[in-house]
């Protein structure tokens, strides 16, 4: 079982900047390479993948995050960072961090994925 936990959410004004961080726990079997992406759900909306990664260097985004937020990860500290930056009223929402240990086909469809955290909220007022 492997267990994740967001943290660095928080509220900013519009164009502010926050970074979201998330670390990884349990029986991370280092022989899987995770597919590792951020989600987040505003209230009465459906939850949408925002940020992915598998390996470094490899990375997929939302269209309406592409240029505005990085995802990145650190293996050696088994944590996985959202920098945010640019923050619009319409990116608020509760963050979530999800993992799959191995290839997926939709890297953005909550769907694939098994492990998750319990969300950090961030909060982009106008």
């Known amino acids: 079982q492997v267990q994740v936990h967001e943290s660095g959410g928080g509220s900013v004004q519009t164009g502010g900047s926050l970074r979201l961080s998330c670390t990884a726990s349990?029986?991370?079997?280092?022989?899987?390479?995770?597919?590792l992406t951020w989600f987040r759900q505003a209230p009465g909306k459906e939850r949408e993948g925002v940020a992915s990664?598998?390996?470094?260097?490899?990375?997929y985004y939302l269209g309406a995050v592409r240029d505005r937020f990085t995802i990145s990860q650190d293996n050696a500290k088994d944590t996985l960072s959202l920098q945010m930056n640019s923050l619009k009223p319409e990116d608020s929402g509760l963050y979530y961090c999800?993992?799959?240990?191995?290839?997926?086909?939709?890297?953005?469809?909550?769907?694939?994925?098994?492990?998750w955290g319990q969300g950090t909220q961030v909060t982009v007022s106008s």
């Open positions: 349990g029986n991370t079997d280092s022989r899987y390479h995770y597919c």
């Open positions: 990664t598998t390996t470094p260097g490899d990375t």
């Open positions: 999800a993992a799959y240990p191995g290839p997926v086909t939709q890297r953005l469809a909550a769907w694939e994925y098994n492990y």
